[in-house]
């Protein structure tokens, strides 16, 4: 029993643990986190090993000297806003399973979480199916007005071909078209639908993350703030972050 003792101990000492948390993790749903256990001792190597975190656990069966190996782990964050995360249990039954022994992993994370999408509709925002509402820019595109007939190049689609042009000429010629980029969005949570404020803030989640998608450039009042509507990845986690500490 001492030496059974001796050896758990041992096995449980000198490890660390790092997390890969995604930048999208939103309150309700299951979220993959990366759990990677560092086993910092040169000689001896670690077995048997279960990782606990905020009521979720995995398992290393083997971790050698020096090394470190990787689990991803289903974590769900009941509310949004902002989620420390300071320690982890980490637990062995090595070697003979007759006592398991245990230990905190300090942490120091500390992640966002957005509010759950709830599907909605915006009073007020026009809809852009079939095009309306787009407006045409200078960049090259598909759907857009003429805006120069140009030497065919063998990546344009068919549809651009210029057949009447192109039979007076030796080579090809296509029609390049300007871009269409729809028209701006921008979103007052408090006159979104929903009864309290936490649906409201839900409903504007899915919003952001719909307009996005449509290639809708989408901006935000809330509480005296204004952000400007805009299309980007980074710009969209703002306005995310924005509704999740709300409050």
Known sequence: MSISGVLGVLNIQGLGLRLEIPDEVYAGLDTLITLQLVNRKRRLPAFLLRVELSGASTRFTHLPASGSDSAALA?????????????????????????????????????????????????????????????????????????????YSGSEPLKLIHWRLSARHEGLKVKELSAEVSEPVMLDITSLPGGTLEEKLCCGAFLINRFNREARPVGLMLAGKVFPPALSRTHRLKLLTELALYG
């Not at 966002?112 to 009073?123: D, E, I, T």
């Open 75 to 151: 974590l769900t964050f009941a509310e949004r806003g902002r989620q420390p995360l300071t320690w982890a249990t980490l637990s062995s039954p090595f070697p003979i399973n007759f006592f398991v022994r245990s230990t905190r992993l300090p942490l120091q994370e500390s992640l966002v979480v957005f509010p759950a999408p709830r599907r909605c509709l915006a009073s007020g925002v026009p809809d852009q199916h079939g095009g309306r509402g787009a407006a045409p820019t200078a960049a090259k595109g598909y759907e857009g007005e003429l805006l120069k007939i140009a030497d």
